[in-house]
T-cell receptor, first 116, second 118 residues
Framework: AQKVTQAQTEISVVEKEDVTLDCVYE???????LFWYKQPPSGELVFLIR??????QNEISGRYSWNFQKSTSSFNFTITASQVVDSAVYFC?????????????FGGGTRVLVKP | DGGITQSPKYLFRKEGQNVTLSCEQN?????MYWYRQDPGQGLRLIYY?????DFQKGDIAEGYSVSREKKESFPLTVTSAQKNPTAFYLC????????WGAGANVLTFGAGSRLTVL
């Protein structure tokens, strides 16, 4: 069985501060994908990134960066110089390569509140 | 623009009533999904459909039913058998059910439907 843990339920920062969201996953599969989705107040989940289990390179996209470490089963997400528009709930998710296909296991989410 | 449309956005139901949530996509995606979101619990899979006229139970299917008569549509019925139906329901789709190519397992979500049982 797969499991995704986001230990931080809520993080509050002041605008321009950096914020790091933790994600720890559990799976016995060797082939899997990890995802981050953003859920703004409007409710719709927005895809941010997908990383496969064979690619441990960190990635930077604008103010967003991701740190994937298989040794610690973690896929952490950092927002640099946060802005009020970054206020949302962020979900980490895991999908394994099995016959059942693209079933995602989600973490509980981390609510980020960026204050002006 | 392509996307997923869910309706209604808000729905109130009396106990004992069945309600149907609509989900329509114009992305030409083969696979569609229904998730339930409760505060602090992330998203849980209710049902999923790989292709038209086929669907499978997810992790919490009891008290729910679905149909997939058209590729574009995947309605969810919350029946009176669902003991605690008050929640936020999200519909999603992906390019394909199997396959790990670019975008194959990236889900596109609708804006959700919030159901409240009175």
């Amino acid at each position: 069985a797969q499991k995704v843990t986001q230990a931080q339920t809520e993080i509050s920062v002041v605008e321009k501060e950096d914020v790091t969201l933790d994600c720890v996953y559990e799976t016995r599969d060797t082939t899997y994908y990890l995802f981050w989705y953003k859920q703004p107040p409007s409710g719709e989940l927005v895809f941010l990134i997908r990383r496969n289990s064979f690619d441990e390179q960190n990635e930077i996209s604008g103010r967003y960066s991701w740190n994937f470490q298989k040794s610690t089963s973690s896929f952490n997400f950092t927002i640099t110089a946060s802005q009020v528009v970054d206020s949302a709930v962020y979900f980490c998710a895991l999908s394994v390569q099995q016959a059942a296909g693209n079933k995602l296991t989600f973490g509980g989410g981390t609510r980020v509140l960026v204050k002006p | 623009d392509g996307g997923i449309t869910q309706s209604p956005k808000y729905l109130f139901r009396k106990e004992g009533q069945n309600v149907t949530l609509s989900c329509e996509q114009n992305l030409n995606h083969d696979a569609m999904y229904w998730y339930r979101q409760d505060p602090g619990q992330g998203l849980r899979l209710i049902y999923y459909s790989q292709i038209v006229n086929d669907f499978q139970k997810g992790d919490i299917a009891e008290g729910y039913s679905v149909s997939r008569e058209k590729k574009e549509s995947f309605p969810l019925t919350v029946t009176s058998a669902q003991k605690n139906p008050t929640a936020f329901y999200l519909c999603a789709s992906s390019l394909s059910w199997t396959g790990w190519g670019a975008g194959a397992n990236v889900l596109t979500f609708g804006a959700g439907s919030r159901l409240t049982v009175l």
